[in-house]
Nanobody, 132 residues
Framework: EVQLQASGGGLVQAGESLRLSCAAS????????IGWFRQVSGKQREAVAL????????YVLDSVKGRFTVSVDNAKHTVYLQMNNLKPEDAAVYYC?????????????????????????WGQGTLVTVSS
């Protein structure tokens, strides 16, 4: 059974950094895209940063470009989200996610509004709070 275990959320002040981690079990990164979504109460879950190990395709939300970096440690089966210069609008519950060919296709085609529908596996959320 595939499991995604996310950690690293917390409360920070604007301008500070956090690193989220997601350890994956029973998942071969080579065949999947993996990364992070976030959700604010009452809003649709949105893709933040995703990477496909199979072809190197990457998606990064425009509002976090230059501040957030997604990376994968294949040896540790772990995906990270380094978040720098956090802003109050980054506050959300962040979810680790993995998906196969449908998610990879969405990344390549930048199908941002439906990307969350192409996720095969979700981790539990981790809360990020940013005070101004």
């Amino acid at each position: 059974e595939v499991q995604l275990q996310a950690s690293g959320g917390g409360l920070v002040q604007a301008g500070e950094s956090l690193r989220l981690s997601c350890a994956a079990s029973e998942l071969t990164f080579d065949n999947y895209a993996i990364g992070w979504f976030r959700q604010v109460s009452g809003k649709q879950r949105e893709a933040v940063a995703l990477i496909s190990a199979s072809d190197g395709s990457k998606y990064v939300l425009d509002s976090v470009k230059g501040r957030f970096t997604v990376s994968v440690d294949n040896a540790k089966h772990t995906v990270y989200l380094q978040m720098n210069n956090l802003k109050p609008e980054d506050a959300a519950v962040y979810y680790c996610a993995a998906g196969g060919y449908r998610l990879i296709h969405s990344i390549v085609k930048r199908l941002t509004t439906t990307m969350h529908l192409d996720v095969d596996y979700w981790g539990q959320g981790t809360l990020v709070t940013v005070s101004s």
